[in-house]
Nanobody, 114 residues
Framework: QVQLVESGGGLVQAGGSLRLSCAASGRTAVMGWFRQAPGKEREFVAQ???????YYVDSVKGRFTISRDNAKNTMYLQMNSLKPEDTAVYYC???????????WGQGTQVTVSS
């Protein structure tokens, strides 16, 4: 069982930046970020493999950067040029395969004001 703890959410003005962190209690092959806005389904944001391969949803490409420190079992999401439509609860997830997430964090709120 791997436990995930997110941190770094908050309130920021449009155009600003935030950095989310996800600390894992153990190592997993794949880690990712998802988000869920009010009244919407949870959506994929970004993913990173243990080898460093990264994947992003089109809406965040060029603005968000996912990274991980394997020695610390920690993943990050650097979010720049934030927009009000980025407002959501952001969830950290981890698993053994790119298509399977077995572990989820509790979520951290990101609010972008216009």
């Amino acid at each position: 069982q791997v436990q995930l703890v997110e941190s770094g959410g908050g309130l920021v003005q449009a155009g600003g930046s935030l950095r989310l962190s996800c600390a894992a209690s153990g190592r997993t092959a794949v880690m990712g970020w998802f988000r869920q806005a009010p009244g919407k389904e949870r959506e994929f944001v970004a993913q990173i493999t243990s080898g460093g391969n990264t994947y992003y949803v089109d809406s965040v490409k060029g603005r968000f950067t996912i990274s991980r420190d394997n020695a610390k079992n920690t993943m990050y999401l650097q979010m720049n040029s934030l927009k009000p439509e980025d407002t959501a609860v952001y969830y950290c997830a981890a698993g053994a395969q790119r298509t399977t997430y077995n572990y989820w964090g509790q979520g951290t709120q990101v609010t972008v004001s216009s």
